[in-house]
């Protein structure tokens, strides 16, 4: 079974600052999907990132950006240029290539001091 | 199109009592799933159907647990005689077949507390 690990309970950046979430996962298959989800208080969650196992190219979108390790099976979030409303819940996820359903770490915890 | 929508947001059982949750999904999205959080931990799989059809089922869903989607559009989610253990989030997403892989859209859960 896949199984995907957020060893980071709480993390906290001051404003304008540089973040980086750490994710490692396990599995067997070659073909896979990996995401970040971010879960504000109370709101939905929220896709922020999306990485194909056969892409060695790390995914971007704005100030985010991942540092994807394949062989280490490392999968890593950046968040630059932090602001107040990216405090939340950050959930690393893995989904294998059949895509029939995401398995979740237990999260990590972003504070954004001002 | 609103999103997926899950009704209630709240519910507050005694224990032993039976609840049933609503979600319904974006309209052009054949795909549906379950899933449950507890406090502080990631979301668990529970089952997923496509279409009517459900086709996977977690061991986290005991006997006391049954979805349906009888209709391919909304699902409901029962929980009879419910536990204290039962207390958590109950999220809904779905997806497109053919683009799941590019991720859910999810609804913003029911809590349940089982007092």
């Known amino acids: 079974a896949q199984t995907v690990t957020q060893s980071q309970p709480e993390m906290s950046v001051q404003e304008a600052e540089t973040v980086t979430l750490s994710c490692t996962y396990d599995?067997?298959?070659?073909?896979?999907?990996l995401f970040w989800y971010k879960q504000p208080p109370s709101r939905q969650m929220i896709l922020v990132i999306r990485?194909?196992?056969?892409?060695?190219q790390n995914a971007t979108e704005n100030r985010f950006s991942v540092n994807f390790q394949k062989a280490a099976k490392s999968f890593s979030l950046k968040i630059s240029d932090s602001q107040l409303g990216d405090a939340a819940m950050y959930f690393c996820?893995?989904?294998?290539?059949?895509?029939?359903?995401?398995?979740f770490g237990s999260g990590t915890q972003l504070t954004v001091l001002p | 199109d609103t999103g997926v929508s899950q009704n209630p947001r709240h519910k507050i059982t005694k224990r032993g009592q039976n609840v049933t949750f609503r979600c319904d999904p974006i309209?052009?999205?054949?795909?549906l799933y379950w899933y449950r959080q507890t406090l502080g931990q990631g979301p668990e799989f529970l089952t997923y159907f496509q279409n009517e059809a459900q086709l996977e089922k977690s061991r986290l869903l005991s006997d006391r647990f049954s979805a349906e989607r009888p209709k391919g559009s909304f699902s409901t989610l029962e929980i009879q005689r419910t536990e204290q253990g039962d207390s958590a989030m109950y999220l809904c997403?779905?997806?497109?077949?053919?683009?799941?892989?590019?991720?859910?859209?999810f609804g913003s859960g029911t809590r349940l507390t089982v007092v």
């Open positions: 997403a779905s997806s497109q077949y053919g683009t799941s892989n590019y991720g859910y859209t």
């Open positions: 996820a893995y989904m294998g290539g059949s895509a029939r359903q995401l398995t």
């Open positions: 990485q194909e196992a056969y892409k060695q």
């Open positions: 309209s052009e999205h054949n795909r």
């Open positions: 599995t067997s298959e070659s073909d896979y999907y």
